[in-house]
């Protein structure tokens, strides 16, 4: 008989492993996440100065805590570890710095034999489907489906063998020890192979924990031994879908991917970090002293999601009559107060304090019960206004979020140097989500609350051969649904075959983490809309342009740029609401904050996006989230006349004073990113702040500075931040 030495090498490791592993028969089930406890944690930076962080959800509040908005939503805890500090700005809400804590309970549940058959093929498990109910998501596959029937898996080798090698087999750098230890106990991993059919049975038992070729093959390129691997982590790795399809052709922002981001913040490359921003020059902004819409009383309040009124064709600030045009997120500070604004500057003009404020969108009978997010407007054909934004239910104590729109008509009165808002006409939701590409409200009160982000918001407009469409923040549907089964979709990994492993290993390994991974499904959806311009409706829901199964449960404030005959796609993010712990915690530790720009680029505006910088790091934070001179909410407009510049506009200082008493949340200087193909990078040029129309009168040196020295203003906590070792 003629023996294939390889084959052979590979059927006597995967025997040897099997042989030594059968009598392992069981399965972890990992409770998901009922968040219980505190919605706010106190800062202290006057004894530790370890400012308390959250890792908590920022679109949903639990229990009986006021739901508000900040950068995307009431708070829902994101899962964490009971003994980990960690901290986000507060986002979109008015509760500061809130934290939750998670119990993740292990059970072991039994598993029986399936069937034996007299077959020369082994069975392989199929893998059931995870499913979830509001306190409880199996993270593991049932290996118990195989329904006397053999399946053959493509990718394992079986061959017989007449001879034992005479020395160590290994499979190219994966070295097959004599023995492994497993619970302490010395298993042979080279046994002779029996052919008695009193062992049938037993065999049919060890199949399930035989290694695929392809399993192999990754572990010898990652250079892995099999002896370091536990009985635990061979079980993981054998549900690994190594072929596993990409559905709806969406772009994946994989595993590796999130991981670059936060390396890039790490390293702090000026390519990619906000610019250090002259704190002492830092304002509120005056026109912020205004008629608040839930105490109809003059007020001072701050501000943080802004986007301009736009040309839906170019994406370029729209010139209306003379003015500029803002809408944006404002409130009370540290109040349940969440609601958007008109506001409105002239022309060209970079001044920040001759922004004025026409007055909540919706008048001055709101309450906390219905609030108003951030979302996009442009010009109608007939000069009005149309406004798209998210309309949030809180009644159930969560954030019912709703992509809607209304008419605006304006009055302009050039004379007074005054803009108000003449009517509204054609209010109304435009989409909830359909259930198959994107979550429902109903979808998401299924599962646990407290683990899981809901998200329907911020839409983008955008008009692309006549046609307006609407980009936005989503989390994806029964389509391509959150589950345990992403974890083992070895297309959500990325990178390298030894990166991804790693990766995969250190999930399963870590309870928090893998309960991060199996509730991610942040996604970008796109719906076109029917072309009645004041009134408009779904026309056809389209399938993602990106989603993040397995990476992050939160891709913000969704921006689209067309720019060279390209789409530029940008998001926000933060690393902590992503599965990685130790790469958000690393950023926090060394930065104080973990907040990104995301971007991709494509040809088509609806599919083919690659991300940015080959990861799609666009920005990322440079200052702790506690200082004056924080960042967040990033919106990049076209530069007139430039081909390869954008401008980014951005709010300054989190929300609830978070930098300290009197430092209300305003706008920042805006500043310029270059773009060349695929590739972005910042340039050192600053604004005055709040500035969305670019020229060269509106550089402002000052409002730059080198070091992040002159980033800082005294009293406010150093350290966790790049003071005293980041150079400019």
């Known amino acids: 008989m003629i023996i294939n030495k390889k084959r ?4 006597l490791m995967s025997t040897a492993v099997l042989l030594s592993l059968y009598t392992a028969n069981t399965s972890q089930t990992v409770h998901a996440d009922t968040v219980k406890g505190a919605d706010v944690v106190q800062t202290n930076n006057q004894n530790n100065k370890e400012t308390q962080k959250t890792v908590a959800d920022s679109k949903t509040t639990t229990n009986n805590v006021a739901t508000q908005k900040q950068n995307g939503g009431v708070k829902i805890p994101t899962p964490t570890t009971t003994d980990k500090e960690s901290k986000t700005e507060t986002d979109k809400t008015a509760t500061v710095n809130p934290k939750a804590t998670v119990n993740t309970d292990k059970a072991a549940t039994n598993t029986t034999a399936t069937e034996a058959t007299n077959t020369t093929k082994e069975i392989v498990p199929t893998k059931e489907d995870s499913k979830t109910d509001n306190t409880t998501q199996d993270l593991n596959n049932n290996t118990n489906q195989a329904n006397n029937t053999a399946q053959t898996n493509k990718n394992e080798v079986q061959v017989d063998i007449d001879v034992q090698p005479a020395n160590e087999p290994t499979v190219g750098n994966v070295v097959l020890p004599d023995t492994v230890h497993s619970n302490g106990d010395k298993v042979n991993l080279v046994p002779s ?11 049919k038992e060890e199949s399930k924990f035989k290694l695929s070729s392809s399993a192999l093959e990754v572990l010898a390129d990652a250079e892995i031994s099999l002896s370091s691997l536990t009985k635990d982590q061979i079980e993981q790795i054998n549900k690994i879908d190594f072929k596993g399809s990409n559905l709806d052709n969406s772009t994946k922002w994989t595993y590796a991917e999130y991981a670059g981001v936060a390396n890039k913040m790490l390293k702090q490359n000026k390519k990619y970090r ?45 010139n209306y009559k003379g003015y500029q045009l803002m809408i944006a997120m404002m409130g009370i500070p540290k109040q349940n107060d969440a609601h958007i604004y008109l506001l409105y500057n002239k022309y060209n003009d970079n001044n920040f304090s001759h922004w004025k404020t026409a007055g909540a969108i919706f008048g001055y009978k709101a309450t ?3 609030q108003e997010w951030s979302g996009s407007a442009t010009v109608n054909k007939n000069g009005t206004i149309q406004l798209f934004y998210t309309d949030v239910d809180t009644t159930e104590n969560t954030n019912h979020q709703k992509i809607s729109t209304v008419n605006l008509k304006l009055n302009v009165n050039k004379k007074k140097n005054k803009i108000t808002i003449a009517k509204r006409s054609n209010r109304h939701v435009i989409f909830e989500g359909d259930g198959a590409y994107y979550q429902t409200y109903d979808q998401w009160k299924s599962t646990n609350k407290g683990a899981d982000n809901v998200a329907m918001r911020d839409a983008h407009v955008i008009e692309v051969k ?16 959150q589950s345990a089964d992403q974890i083992y979709n070895w297309q959500n990994y990325g990178g390298t075959n030894k990166e991804a492993i790693n990766n995969f290993l250190k999930i399963t390994s870590n309870a928090d983490m893998t309960s991060r991974a199996t509730w991610a499904n942040a996604a970008i959806g796109i719906i076109e809309l029917t072309k009645n311009e004041n009134n408009p409706k779904v026309a056809k829901v389209m399938a993602p342009l990106v989603t ?7 891709i913000e404030r969704a921006n689209v740029v067309p720019l060279n005959g390209k789409y530029y796609l940008f998001a926000t993010t933060r690393l902590n609401r992503g599965t990685g712990d130790d790469l958000w915690q690393e950023a926090d530790k060394k930065i104080g904050d973990n907040v990104a720009m995301l971007g991709w680029v494509s040809d088509h505006l609806d599919y083919g996006y690659k991300p940015l910088n080959g990861d799609g790091t666009v920005l990322v934070a440079s200052v702790p989230f506690n200082w004056r001179t924080s960042t967040y909410s990033y919106y990049a407009v076209p530069v007139k006349g430039s081909k390869n510049e954008l401008l980014v506009n951005a709010y300054m200082t989190n929300r609830g004073m978070a930098a300290g008493e009197g430092k209300i949340s305003t706008l920042s200087p805006s500043f310029i990113i270059k773009v060349n193909g695929d590739k972005t990078s910042v340039v050192q040029k600053a604004t005055n702040q709040g500035d ?4 060269k009168k509106s550089v402002n040196k000052k409002m730059l500075v080198k070091t992040i020295k002159g980033a800082h203003l005294k009293g406010e906590p150093t350290d966790r931040s790049f003071l005293k070792t980041q150079k400019a």
């Not at 052979?8 to 059927?11: A, E, L």
């Not at 192979?193 to 065999?203: F, G, L, M, R």
């Not at 469409?469 to 389509?479: M, N």
């Open 193 to 203: 192979i029996s052919t008695s059919s009193d062992t049938q049975t037993d065999k």
């Open 466 to 481: 006549g046609r307006r469409y609407l980009v936005f923040e989503a989390s994806t549907g029964d389509h391509n649904y």
């Open 548 to 554: 993040s199964l397995m990476v992050s449960d939160e």
């Open 8 to 11: 052979s090498i590979i059927t």
């Open 274 to 318: 906000v610019p250090y921003f002259n704190a002492k020059l830092m304002k509120n902004m005056p026109a912020l002293r205004t008629r608040d819409a839930q105490t109809g009383k003059v007020e001072t309040l701050e501000i943080w999601d802004a986007w301009p009124v736009q040309d839906a064709k170019t994406m370029k600030v729209a």
């Open 368 to 370: 906390p019960k219905h």
């Open 692 to 695: 969305w129309v670019y020229d």
